[in-house]
């Protein structure tokens, strides 16, 4: 089983909509969570990190973390076209190695 | 700020032989990390250096290694290549390491 679990999609929605990505963990040592936006031929783009629970927004762009259930949210709202990517869930312990999910494939359609 | 840039972008080599591939990280970054991406695999760590010594070190084989100079650029090789080498393998520089790291567009690395 992997330590860091994501459903690869690909996910398609309408333009305007709002979309929700999900990642589970296993390993309770992790502190930090991040989100990774990736274009294709591109490195991973850091959108946003949270530092142990609770909810971090940024723009259009909210993360949530619930440590108790190992689960971990981004929420897109009125997404648009741009937002077509895929997007890497990251996570990290007390050693500076991230650990990603496998990425979940985003498509927004106009 | 300029970002983290990795050259070359892309590589072909052939079984056996060996690559170097270089990164240099954002101005005041001092931890450097290379990840290995492929589509079975997603990313995966490979290793961090910070100020010049290795910190952390992913699960591959030692064909893998990596130096980081004074200046933080870092290099990584790897020897006797394999066909399953082929990937994108991505830098990452942040301050101190841990969470806040910013990538490269990455090396694309193809293995005949």
């Known amino acids: 089983q992997k330590e860091v679990e994501q459903d690869p999609g690909p996910l398609s929605v309408p333009e305007g909509a709002i979309v929700s990505l999900n990642c589970t963990y296993s390993?309770?040592?992790?502190?930090?969570f991040m989100w990774y936006r990736q274009y294709s031929r591109k490195g991973p783009e850091l959108l946003m990190y949270?530092?142990?629970?609770g909810n971090k927004e940024d723009g259009r762009f909210t993360a949530q973390v619930d440590k108790s259930s190992k689960y971990i949210s981004l929420f897109i709202r009125d997404s648009q076209p741009s937002d077509s990517a895929t997007y890497l869930c990251a996570m990290a312990g007390t050693a500076s190695k991230l650990t990603f999910g496998t990425g979940t494939r985003l498509q927004v359609t106009l | 700020k300029a970002g983290v840039t990795q050259t070359p972008r892309y590589l072909i080599k052939t079984r056996g032989q060996q690559v170097t591939l270089s990164c240099s990280p954002i101005s005041g970054h001092r931890s450097v990390s290379w990840y290995q991406q492929t589509p079975g695999q997603g990313l995966q760590f490979l290793f961090e250096y910070f100020s010049e010594t290795q910190r952390n070190k992913g699960n591959f084989p030692g064909r893998f290694s990596g130096r980081q100079f004074s200046n933080s650029r870092s290099e990584m090789n790897v020897s006797t290549l394999e066909l399953g080498d082929s990937a994108l393998y991505l830098c990452a520089s942040s301050v101190q390491g841990y969470y806040e790291q910013y990538f490269g567009p990455g090396t694309r690395l193809t293995v005949t």
């Open positions: 949270t530092y142990s629970s």
């Open positions: 390993n309770s040592a992790f502190q930090y």
